[in-house]
């Protein structure tokens, strides 16, 4: 065995990690820029690692990984366990380091309470790095983990501006920044899912940081359950962050020989503000995804969910089928209502079969016509869920979780099975198979349309993180099963949306409202971590059924093109210049996907009534820009745009790719008529046409030659 070297690095692309062992406990020393190593000795790392505060006891400089209540750490620890009240004071010491190229494995081992310690540190694609930890029980002794992080890391000491995302149902992802210098800051989810009301993501930076300057550190929990994100500003001086699940009483117990590992933490930092970090996780799940479906390949969609709702019938479909066909639709997806019993929200989860009133003939003569016109044939599905009123729960109501002292309470008239049982999770993954098998179905829409608030099996044992990993396990076992279908996460909207459950899946539906509106500030906060390629959004109806607000199909089509185009409303009802809108948009997104799915994403500064983002190619050759008016500006004059991401050394030429209406066509065209530098573009800008409120406009910028 190798002797424990006193400090460790892992370096990618321009910046590095150094992690120390002095104190017998791996910490992260330093994260940032590439240092010169040789600027620091042993000796200086060793004399850093150790100070004795006034009236405290010596302490190291660098919060441990896993910083511990029996190490008098006085911030929230990153371990907290015991044996029936005692061993609570475990003290893990590091017996063994393990590194190559991009990872690194930290073995403790406590041997007075019997338990191994374990910290993973991964480099992942695009300088995302990856922390979890692993406890052991050695001890024939049962070992209760009540909270286990990802990781415990220190932050520089002046980063003290923290950006959160929150919401609620329909408007999810809204952004939040924070100062905090002193005491916890902390975000806890106990809803069994990622949730609608925050998410597992913050970003800390420094001061003057904005998108394009400054150095920032991104923080993600790639978990679908229960959590807590924290930072701790200490009196000591200390500036730390911890991710981990949130554990409920009881709900891991290690027996001899088992093992808890959480939740990996995908952690990253930019120094080129925070289009550079969005660009960094953007590009890791980009990566990810490459092993499982081409990110070119993102048909238009059509749902059918705000056309017909639950009002299902075969001719009105093949009518829709038709009309979808015409606009230049590639996949149709039939959403709630199709299988047995499902006339409403009532009845029918749990009973996985076409309902024989409304398809007689089950769903094949549909799907024949959907294919026969060119398209894919996608299915809504809702797996973990189940009505009172179906054949299934009346055949096994213990299957679902329920509290094991009062009847359970319904949200959504549903309740939640329990699959982390083997029978629950078996007959789910059947009933999926068998609609795979009989049908060619190429992509699920798989949805959870309500909290966990009582996760409890018929013992009383709370279960959210068993249900986790099961979910995981079963969507696994599909994709073996069937690896070309494609699978979407929905949960009412963007209440699953972390990398944890894309990891399984292929595509995220980020909110159940299709406003343009409130839609440009939900698609802004899901890209400072999701790419657009993984972002669902949808044209809706003119009237939006969440707010009641009517907006033009130029402004619901542009929005819509930002990230994986669908159409989501009852095209027979469109008036023909908005279906000759609607044909074009379909047209324009064709035409530029390559673009937006896969290049650089950059927000542009802009006021709070406006709102502007740019897509440019690795090149540099190609770029798309989009600006939305929401409301009466505060000028006069149209607004002076600045973009980003461009050569100084190219000549580009815009041209206005939307909306396709001739006037403002007119207006441009003057646009297409003069090459402009990158430097140009980038440092003065160039004037927008006059735009009325809820209008987007679109323009391509193309490189023709290098500046002379």
Not at 317 to 336: I, K, N
Not at 535 to 552: A, D, F, Q, Y
């Amino acid at each position: 065995m190798n002797p424990i070297a006193p400090f460790y690095t892992l370096a990618y692309a321009d910046s590095e990690l150094i992690f120390v062992t002095h104190s017998g406990r791996p910490a992260l020393f330093y994260w940032g820029p590439k240092l010169d190593l040789l600027m620091h000795s042993f000796e200086q790392l060793a004399a850093e690692q150790h100070s004795e505060p006034p009236a405290l006891p010596p302490m190291p400089s660098n919060v441990s990984l896993c910083p511990l209540l029996g190490d008098g750490f006085f911030g929230h620890p990153g371990l907290q366990l015991h044996r029936h009240g005692l061993a609570w004071d475990a003290a893990p010491k590091l017996v063994m380091v393990e590194k190559d190229d991009d990872t690194l494995g930290f073995a403790s081992r406590c041997d007075q309470h019997d338990l191994e310690l374990h910290h993973y540190i991964k480099v992942c694609a695009a300088g995302v790095i990856s922390f979890s930890t692993e406890v052991i029980n050695l001890a024939n002794d049962p070992l209760f983990i009540n909270h286990c992080a990802a990781a415990t890391l220190s932050v520089p000491e002046d980063f003290n501006h923290l950006m959160t995302f929150h919401g609620r149902w329909g408007r999810e992802f809204q952004t939040y920044r924070h100062q905090h210098r002193h005491g916890t800051f902390t975000l806890e989810n106990r809803t069994g899912r990622t949730s609608h009301d925050q998410s597992p993501f913050m970003i800390v930076h420094e001061s003057g940081c904005n998108e394009n300057q400054g150095k920032a550190y991104g923080f993600h929990l790639g978990w679908s359950g229960n959590y807590q994100l924290r930072k701790e500003a200490l009196a000591i001086g200390q500036n730390v962050v911890q991710l981990g699940e949130l554990l409920m009483p009881g709900e891991v117990i290690l027996e001899r020989g088992e093992t808890y590992r959480s939740p990996a933490m995908y952690a990253s930092f930019s120094q080129t503000g925070l289009n550079g970090l969005s660009q960094q996780y953007h590009r890791y799940v980009r990566e990810e995804l490459k092993k499982r479906v081409p990110i070119s390949s993102k048909p238009v969609h059509f749902n059918t969910w705000e056309a017909l709702y639950f009002d299902h019938s075969v001719p009105r479909l093949l009518d829709l089928v038709e009309r979808a066909a015409a606009v230049g639709v590639e996949r149709f997806v039939l959403d709630d209502g199709w299988f047995k019993g499902r006339n409403n929200d009532l009845s029918g989860l749990g009973d996985w079969e076409p309902d024989p009133i409304k398809y007689p003939n089950g769903l094949g003569p549909l799907i024949d016509r959907v294919e026969a016109l060119g398209m894919e044939f996608g299915l809504w599905v809702e797996p973990e869920m189940v009505s009172p009123d179906s054949d299934l729960y009346r055949a096994h109501p213990d299957w679902a979780l329920q509290p094991s002292f009062t009847e359970p309470t319904l949200a959504r008239n549903q309740l939640v099975l329990d699959m982390s049982r083997r029978e629950v999770q078996e007959a789910a993954f059947q009933s999926l198979q068998r609609l795979l098998t009989q049908y060619r179905i190429a992509y699920l829409k798989w949805d959870m349309n309500r909290v966990i608030h009582q996760p409890s099996d018929t013992c009383g044992r709370a279960k959210v993180s068993l249900y986790v990993k099961a979910v995981y396990a079963l969507l696994e076992r599909l994709r073996k099963a069937f690896p070309t279908v494609v699978i979407e996460s929905c949960s009412s909207g963007g209440g699953r949306a972390d990398f944890g459950i894309l990891h399984h899946t292929d595509r995220i539906w980020p909110s159940d409202s299709n406003d343009a509106i409130d839609r440009l500030g939900i698609q802004n906060g899901f890209s400072y971590l999701f790419p657009s390629a993984v972002m669902g959004s949808h044209v809706g109806p003119k009237k939006c059924h969440l707010t009641g607000r009517e907006l033009p199909m130029e402004l619901r089509a542009g929005v819509a093109m930002l990230g994986h185009m669908g159409i989501e409303c009852d095209l027979s009802t469109l008036e023909e210049t908005d279906l000759g809108v609607l044909k074009s948009a379909v047209k324009v997104y064709k035409d530029w996907r390559w673009l937006t799915m896969q290049g650089d994403f950059f927000r542009l500064t802009v006021e709070d009534y406006e709102s502007a983002c740019q897509f440019v190619s690795p090149d540099q050759s190609q770029s798309l820009v989009s600006y939305a008016l929401l409301d009466s500006p505060a000028r006069i004059l149209a607004r002076r745009l600045h973009l980003v991401g461009l050569s100084e050394l190219k000549r580009y030429v815009l041209r206005l790719v939307w909306p396709q209406d001739a006037a403002l066509q007119a207006q441009c065209a003057r646009l297409s008529r003069t090459a402009l530098s990158g430097k140009s573009l980038m440092s003065r800008g160039f004037d927008l046409p006059q735009l009325l409120p809820c209008s987007i406009v679109m323009f391509s910028i193309t490189a023709i030659d290098d500046v002379h």
